[in-house]
């Protein structure tokens, strides 16, 4: 679980409106949204029956 020292910022009613991070938590929530999408993907490949690859011809077929 990662852990986030945020801050709220309140309208005049007390309501929470926008979030500040600390640039390294909001780099971390970045980090595993991705890794999230990537197990989505992952997941929905196996659903649809695609074909998977395994990552080394993957990455030469998009050529890196």
Known sequence: MIEI???FIVDENGNRTD???P?????KLLNELEEIEE???Y???????DEV???EDAMKEIGL
């Open 53 to 55: 690859l395994p990552f």
């Open 19 to 21: 979030v500040v991070l």
């Open 5 to 7: 020292k945020e801050k």
């Open 23 to 27: 640039i390294k938590d909001y780099e």
């Open 43 to 49: 997941d929905n490949a196996k659903i649809k029956n």
């Open 39 to 41: 197990v989505k993907a």
